[in-house]
């Protein structure tokens, strides 16, 4: 037998997963018609000068990280990075997100070494855009930290067993229709 309270509970749960799913349905560009969200997204490089860009961003902080930090040389991911399409703007299909990993070097940061670890980082980072958000995580021999951009990009650099550093582009339109500069 379900009692009033009960009934109230279920209603209320209800309409919070309602609302959560309308939220989530409703990100930055699905708030837009589809000729403003490619112009937004007209506003950014496209995905092959992120990537380069990218690219060079994490080198140059894996490489500092080693000569300035003294922290182990990298072993490079099989797979170095991934893409999909952009669900941010759904009514414009020439749309990708690439995340890349720098794979990992071995061993963890020493906590003596990780403010001066996250203040060359975030030197770097900010030169791409990035700011530095926060900790994710923040205790003992296990940190991370990440940077976001106004693009939707985000940057992670923690340290555990490994030390790790990987970037996620946020939405970016294909050459292709940067070029062309009109929604397919």
């Not at 950014?44 to 060079?56: A, G, S, T, V």
């Not at 040389?73 to 991934?82: A, I, L, Q």
């Not at 205790?139 to 985000?154: A, C, I, L, S």
Request: charge should be negative.
């Amino acid at each position: 037998m379900a009692y009033p309270g009960d009934l109230l509970m279920r209603l209320v749960a209800f309409l919070c997963t309602v609302l959560l799913l309308v939220g989530a349905c409703d990100s930055k560009g699905g708030s837009m018609t589809k000729d403003e969200q490619f112009a937004e997204l007209m506003k950014r490089p496209d995905i092959e000068q992120i990537h380069d860009e990218y690219q060079k961003l994490l080198e140059r902080i894996r490489n500092e990280l080693v000569a300035k930090i003294g922290i182990a040389p990298w072993v490079p991911k099989d797979e170095p990075f991934g893409g999909s399409g952009c669900m941010e703007f759904p009514d414009i299909s020439d749309t990708n997100k690439r995340r890349y990993s720098s794979g990992h070097s071995p061993g963890n940061l020493p906590d003596a070494k990780w403010p001066d670890a996250v203040k060359l980082v975030e030197s770097i980072a900010g030169e791409h855009g990035f700011k530095l958000h926060g900790a994710v995580v923040d205790r003992p021999n296990d940190h991370e930290v990440t940077f976001g951009n106004d693009w939707g990009g985000e940057l992670l650099f923690g340290t555990a067993i490994n030390t790790t550093l990987s970037v996620s582009s946020g939405c970016h339109l294909s050459r292709a229709a940067k070029e062309r500069g009109t929604p397919a």
